[in-house]
């Protein structure tokens, strides 16, 4: 699944399981209904204004976003991969 597509789903989930519109987004509400179709990228600072308003950490997007890109790995197998990743970045983990 291509990766636009894979955040669109993953957007619209959580807005819609936390009863939130995409009048809840104010002027941006045409822009997040071009990011739930997949027709564009957010950048790093909107999927952190996304995450504000969807009431969710911007991580919880970016990991939903690659398991549903992927379904035949699980919750447990993405977050081994992170936390193999930053135990090589940081010497105290």
């Known amino acids: 699944m291509d990766t636009k597509i894979a955040f669109g789903i993953t957007l619209k989930g ?3 399981s ?3 519109t995409h009048r809840d987004f104010g002027t ?6 071009s990011i739930e179709k997949g027709h ?3 950048t790093l600072e909107k999927i952190d204004d ?4 969807v009431g969710v950490h911007p991580i919880s997007l970016i990991v ?3 398991l549903n890109m992927d379904v035949n790995h699980s919750f447990e197998y993405l977050i081994s991969i992170v936390k193999e990743d930053l135990a090589k970045y940081h010497s105290d983990l």
């Open 14 to 16: 959580f807005r819609k």
């Open 40 to 42: 564009v990228s957010p």
């Open 28 to 33: 941006s509400r045409t822009y997040i209904g």
């Open 18 to 20: 936390n009863g939130i």
């Open 64 to 66: 939903q976003t690659y």
């Open 50 to 53: 996304i995450a504000k308003v």
